[in-house]
């Protein structure tokens, strides 16, 4: 594939997850990672060479993360989609050159963002129990019946 044409295919993908209705899920999440990653591993690429493909992996896997979480799940998928992003990308390119990097970065970004959402969320409503948050308690009134 040409250089221009897998730019082409990401900026695409990267727009599509953007314009997706922010969801809580992880197959969102999974999806947003996985496109931002390939699209950041594809223009890192094209401007700085591997080095360029990972940081892009790592950066793209972040934003995709978060275009597609929850307020619960955002600072996880971010998290999570940079790290497996760039850790994907850089195994890719290791293995398998500038295709394998590509295959990485969706790979682990969506992974990543997956994970890093699910984790944050599983925190989110613990913490709700821990701060006197319970669902369905609603205020009281006190009444005095004379």
Partial sequence: ???????ILGFTALTTAA????MAGDMNNALGGALGGV??????????GSTGSVIGGAVGGGAGGAVTSNRRERTGAIIGGALGGGAGTAAGNAMGGRTGGLVGAALGGGAGSALGGNISRSNSYSDDYSRGRH????????????
């Avoid at 594939?1 to 730019?7: E, G, N, P, Y």
């Avoid at 314009?19 to 922010?22: E, I, K, Y």
């Avoid at 699209?39 to 700085?48: E, F, Q, S, T, Y």
């Fill in 1 to 7: 594939m040409s250089k221009k044409f897998v730019l």
């Fill in 19 to 22: 314009s997706m209705p922010a």
């Fill in 39 to 48: 699209a950041g591993a594809a223009l890192g690429g094209a401007v700085g």
């Fill in 135 to 146: 669902k369905g308690k609603g205020h009281h009134k006190h009444h005095h019946y004379d």
